[in-house]
């Protein structure tokens, strides 16, 4: 397995990071998770704009595009593999313990994984603590993740795949790693970016391709939601069959699957050549 870093492509073994590196130390990073189907990135241009908007966000200097897009290419082509995800990784580079960031230029790294496609249909839990749409991280993706990881522990050890947030006013928000979807009286409804979302990429092809409304929406509304389904990068469109002890029998419903139908449809146009 080859990786992507200090400007070229290293064995995953070899390849080492500072142990000052600010996104170690601190968490001074943002990512992002791309698809790869069959050597082939799935909306690339998105996610390279949400990178630079992150990046912008945390007060890095922005990521050199150029670079960013040879070294997918690059660990793309020298790992084959079906259905892969390809993180990319850039962090605000070494700095000496306890000080701000250094001046050493950022570390990028551009790694590839294999994945399998997600089932139909899974379940997700709420959780007590809150996402903050007024914090300053609010819809960046940055690599201070560990409230996400605590998060989605708790919904492993209750038999599920996703745990999903309230904001600091009880409004439904995201999950850990994924956008949250509901249908009310046959029309699907999304919370907005400013409920403290993170402007997911699958959720804005699936507001487009939907007509979905973006609604601020009380977190109890998965008690009572005709239908619930998440979105992301390696989810797709995923129906939701059980909302903590509320089951949601024969998901995905009709319109959750008329979403999944249009997502598998219209995704291929989005891979880049
Ligand atoms: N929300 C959070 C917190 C995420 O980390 C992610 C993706 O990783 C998403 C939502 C979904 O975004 P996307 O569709 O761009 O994968």
């Not at 959780?127 to 919904?155: D, F, M, Q």
């Not at 970016?193 to 990429?201: Q, T």
């Not at 939701?240 to 089951?247: L, Q, T």
Request: with cysteine.
């Amino acid at each position: 397995m080859k990786i992507w870093l200090d400007g070229g492509l290293k064995d995953i073994e070899s390849a080492r990071v500072s142990a000052l590196d600010h996104g170690l130390t601190v968490g001074d990073g943002i990512f992002e998770t791309v698809k790869a189907v069959d050597g082939r990135l799935f909306a690339l241009t998105r996610h390279l704009d949400r990178l630079t908007r992150s990046a912008r966000g945390l007060g890095l200097p922005e990521p050199d595009l150029d670079e960013v897009r040879r070294a997918c290419a690059a660990v793309l082509d020298a790992n084959p593999m079906p259905l892969g995800r390809l993180r990319i990784t850039y962090t605000g580079g070494i700095s000496p313990l306890g000080s701000d960031r250094g001046d050493h230029g950022q570390t990028l790294v551009v790694a590839l994984g294999e994945t399998t496609r997600r089932p139909d249909s899974t379940a997700v839990i709420t959780v007590p603590w809150t996402r903050n749409e007024r914090g300053a991280l609010a819809g960046l993706k940055t690599t201070s993740y560990a409230e996400n990881v605590i998060a989605l522990a708790r919904a492993h050890q209750e038999g599920a795949s996703e745990a999903l947030f309230g904001n600091t006013v009880g409004q439904l928000c995201e999950g850990t790693g994924s956008n949250v979807f509901v249908v009310l009286d046959g029309e699907i409804h999304t919370p907005p970016v400013a409920s403290g979302c993170l402007a997911g990429i699958t959720r804005a092809l699936a507001v487009e391709w939907t007509g979905a409304k973006e609604t601020d929406l009380p977190l109890d509304v998965l008690q009572r939601a005709d239908e619930v389904f998440l979105t992301s990068t390696l989810r797709d469109v995923q129906a939701v069959h059980r909302v903590d002890a509320r089951e949601l029998p024969g998901a995905p419903g009709p319109v959750t699957a008329k979403a999944m139908r249009i997502f598998d449809e219209r995704a291929g146009d989005d891979l880049d050549p």
